[in-house]
C-alpha cells in the first residue's frame, strides 16, 4: 500500500492455470496484479485449491486463498480464506456449509448470468448463507446482470465485491473493490468490505476466445498446470 493511501484495491475473483480454461502462470498473475496497483487480490481457481494456498503462502500479505466450486446445482460458488478443497459437485448448501466450517466467506460471482449463475436461482436456496455477493464481474458485459446483484444484495444488506475474472494476464484487475485496510482473516475483509466500493471495466469480449483456446491447449501434452515454481 503506497504511503498516505487509506484504501486497499482487491481483485477478488481471478484465475490461474490450475483452472481447466486458463493458461496464467500464478506468479506472474501476482506479480502483475501488484504491478497494476493492486494491494491484494483473491486467486479463485475452478474446482482446486491447490495453487492457491501455494500463493498464499508465497505472498502471505497479498493472496487470499479461495475456489471456485461448480455446486451439484451447476452454479458456481466461491469460498474465500479456505485452508481444505471442496470437491466439484457438492450441493450448493453443503458447499456454504463446508465454507463456513473453515472459517471461510462465502462469496457468490455472476449470481444472474446465465448456466454459471444460475440466472439467480440458487440465490433462493443460500441466502441465509451469503456472506458477500459479486456486484461487477468483468467478463459478463451485459452491465444488466451486474445491476441485478447489485439490487439483490442492496435489499438484504449483503456486501458487494467485484473481480476481474481473469482468465489472462491482460485481464488482471479490470474490476476490484476498494476497502479499508484490513488484517488477512475473513472477518477482517468482510468488515472491510461493508465498506467497500466496486470498481471496473469490461474486458473484451476476445478474452472468452482466449479462454477456449486454453481448453485445448489444456489437453494437449506440456501444458501449463499452474505449478508455483
Known amino acids: 500500500m503506497a504511503e498516505?493511501?487509506?484504501?486497499?484495491?482487491?481483485?477478488?475473483?481471478?484465475?490461474?492455470?490450475?483452472?481447466?480454461?486458463?493458461?496464467?502462470?500464478?506468479?506472474?498473475?501476482?506479480?502483475?496484479a501488484l504491478a497494476r496497483g493492486l494491494d491484494r487480490i483473491c486467486v479463485t481457481d475452478h474446482n482446486h485449491l491447490s495453487?492457491?494456498?501455494?500463493?498464499?503462502?508465497?505472498?502471505?500479505?497479498?493472496?487470499?486463498?479461495?475456489?471456485?466450486?461448480?455446486?451439484?446445482?451447476?452454479?458456481?460458488?466461491?469460498?474465500?480464506?479456505?485452508?481444505?478443497?471442496?470437491?466439484?459437485?457438492t450441493g450448493a448448501e453443503e458447499t456454504c456449509r463446508r465454507i463456513h466450517a473453515q472459517g471461510g466467506i462465502v462469496y457468490v460471482p455472476h449470481p444472474f448470468a446465465p448456466g454459471k449463475g444460475g440466472d439467480g436461482r440458487v440465490l433462493e436456496v443460500i441466502e441465509e448463507h451469503v456472506d458477500a455477493l459479486e456486484g461487477f464481474n468483468a467478463r459478463l458485459?451485459?452491465?444488466?446482470?451486474?445491476?441485478?446483484?447489485?439490487?439483490?444484495?442492496?435489499?438484504?444488506?449483503?456486501?458487494?465485491?467485484a473481480g476481474s475474472d481473469a482468465h489472462t494476464l491482460r485481464e488482471v484487475g479490470r474490476a476490484y473493490v476498494e476497502v479499508p485496510p484490513f488484517e488477512m482473516t475473513a472477518d477482517s475483509?468482510?468488515?472491510?468490505?461493508?465498506?467497500g466500493s466496486v470498481r471496473g471495466r469490461f474486458s473484451s469480449w476476445a478474452v472468452h476466445a482466449a479462454s477456449t483456446w486454453?481448453?485445448?491447449?489444456?489437453?494437449?501434452?506440456?501444458?501449463?498446470?499452474?505449478?508455483?515454481?
Request: with cysteine; charged share 25%; proline share 5%.
Open 214 to 229: 486454453a481448453k485445448a491447449r489444456k489437453r494437449l501434452p506440456g501444458a501449463p498446470n499452474g505449478e508455483v515454481r
Open 141 to 161: 458485459h451485459v452491465q444488466a446482470l451486474n445491476d441485478r446483484a447489485v439490487a439483490w444484495a442492496a435489499g438484504r444488506r449483503v456486501p458487494l465485491g
Open 51 to 89: 495453487t492457491a494456498l501455494a500463493l498464499h503462502e508465497r505472498y502471505p500479505d497479498r493472496v487470499i486463498a479461495g475456489e471456485e466450486v461448480k455446486t451439484a446445482e451447476g452454479v458456481d460458488v466461491i469460498g474465500l480464506f479456505l485452508t481444505e478443497h471442496i470437491p466439484a459437485g
Open 4 to 32: 498516505g493511501q487509506d484504501r486497499l484495491r482487491v481483485d477478488m475473483h481471478l484465475h490461474t492455470a490450475r483452472s481447466f480454461d486458463c493458461l496464467s502462470d500464478p506468479v506472474a498473475v501476482v506479480e502483475t
Open 189 to 195: 475483509f468482510l468488515e472491510a468490505l461493508r465498506s
